[in-house]
T-cell receptor
């Protein structure tokens, strides 16, 4: 099966770090992604990680992947009010072509308070 | 960056009518386009995968006669909700993949279309 689970809600203070967690069940995932969705809008790709990597850092974003536990996390350093949004993890199976579909997590609502 | 547009952004229609939603890749050619449906405070559910010039592949449980998908060119795919009913009210999002995809095969998402059926 392809179940991707996330906690529903996370609240942090501005300036603190946010950690959003994701667990998946399909061990054949090749790429895992983090997307951001602002209210009434489509999805914006934030970052991705290939399945043979453990960690990837991109400015304020750090992705950690634990393949053994099928656990993915996104850490946002120095969280700002503009980071308030819904964050989706997604997994993709297969390596080639545009036909490989994504399975999205349930989404985590991040609220950044002053 | 690659831009995907959707039209209309919001539509309200009467029960029983049909509604067409367009998805366009503005500055790139898309081999494949995907159509998703998102209910309030829920995740995206893939409805169908559309390849240019061929029939769409629908996910289990999605009625192909109700949700008609046409992908006539490398820059345009359309989703038509036929005989819409209130339970079809939802946020519909499309995405597109490049003809020559990068290794991580990014999907570029449109801004979504809010459909309300009265």
């Amino acid at each position: 099966g392809e179940d991707v689970e996330q906690s529903l809600f996370l609240s942090v203070r501005e300036g603190d770090s946010s950690v959003i967690n994701c667990t998946y069940t399909d061990s054949s995932s090749t790429y895992l992604y983090w997307y951001k969705q602002e209210p009434g809008a489509g999805l914006q790709l934030l970052t991705y990680i290939f399945s043979n990597m453990d960690m990837k850092q991109d400015q304020r974003l750090t992705v950690l992947l634990n393949k053994k536990d099928k656990h993915l996390s996104l850490r946002i350093a120095d969280t700002q009010t503009g980071d308030s949004a819904i964050y989706f993890c997604a997994e993709r199976m297969g390596l080639t072509g545009g036909g490989n579909k994504l399975t999205f997590g349930t989404g985590t609502q991040l609220k950044v308070e002053l | 960056g690659a831009v995907v547009s959707q039209h209309p952004s919001r539509v309200i229609c009467k029960s029983g009518t049909s509604v067409k939603i367009e998805c366009r890749s503005l500055d790139f050619q898309a081999t494949t386009m995907f159509w998703y449906r998102q209910f309030p405070k829920q995740s995206l559910m893939l409805m169908a995968t559309s390849n240019e010039g061929s029939k769409a592949t629908y996910e289990q449980g999605v009625e192909k006669d109700k949700f008609l998908i046409n992908h006539a060119s490398l820059t345009l795919s359309t989703l038509t909700v036929t005989s819409a009913h209130p339970e079809d009210s939802s946020f519909y999002i499309c995405s597109a993949s490049l003809v020559a995809p990068s290794s991580y095969n990014e999907q570029f998402f449109g801004p979504g279309t809010r459909l309300t059926v009265l």
